[in-house]
């Protein structure tokens, strides 16, 4: 099974219009294209303008077929003008040889990952729903540590979240062509659940399980703040958190 994401920002006087686009058009379309067997929209409960597209593909030959394809084109035609304005600019001389400032396009970013280790026989995306939550653990793992890592996800991680109140289901996936990327999504009743998770100490004994399989730069950094020293890496955990706006799991 594959995991395809699209994340973008989207203006702050767009979003509304935006969900509305995804559910009645973004929705029906993934529907109909083959091997697609549901999307969900996330939107970040931090920064509310950056939301996150999550369809699910039986394969990455039918997910990497749909990236090409016109209707894919189409839809992304439809949604650039309501992304936000880009904060990057690029200089570059006119014809006229006077300097411009252009502010760079903005492209939604597209990330696909193989899903690796689930807590149950098939993935379910989660549909539309006022409370569902959705959190993802990003993390960087070292080549030499990655088996190591995906065994104590299988036998630590996954039967302890079934026993935490609130979390639907969890699953692993390794990200291509960053094969050393690999995110766990893990799907709560609310927003409550998925806090008092964060509080309680479980996933901070969960991640020092697996903590010795991260990358050697994270290593680094632990040990430079051992030292009283604070740094900030590309290769950190990162937590996302996400309130579930729309979605449908497609029937076969």
Known sequence: MFLRIVQGTISAENAFGFRRFYQDEVIPALEETPGCEGATLVQNDHSKEEFMSLSLW???KYATDYESSERYKGLIEKIKPVLADSSEWRVQLSEDFTVEYKPVEQEPVVKSYNIVELDKETVELPESSPKLYMRIVSVKIAQDKEDEFQELYRSE?????????????AFLSQGIPTDNEWLSVTVWDSQQDGDDYENSGVFDTLTEKVAHTFSSIYQWKMKLEE???QSATTEDLKVDEYAVV?????KS
């Open 227 to 229: 030292s009283g020293r």
């Open 246 to 250: 729309a979605g449908r799991t497609f």
């Open 58 to 60: 039986k394969d990455q």
């Open 157 to 169: 991680i996954l039967p302890t979240l079934k026993t935490v109140k609130g979390c639907r289901y």
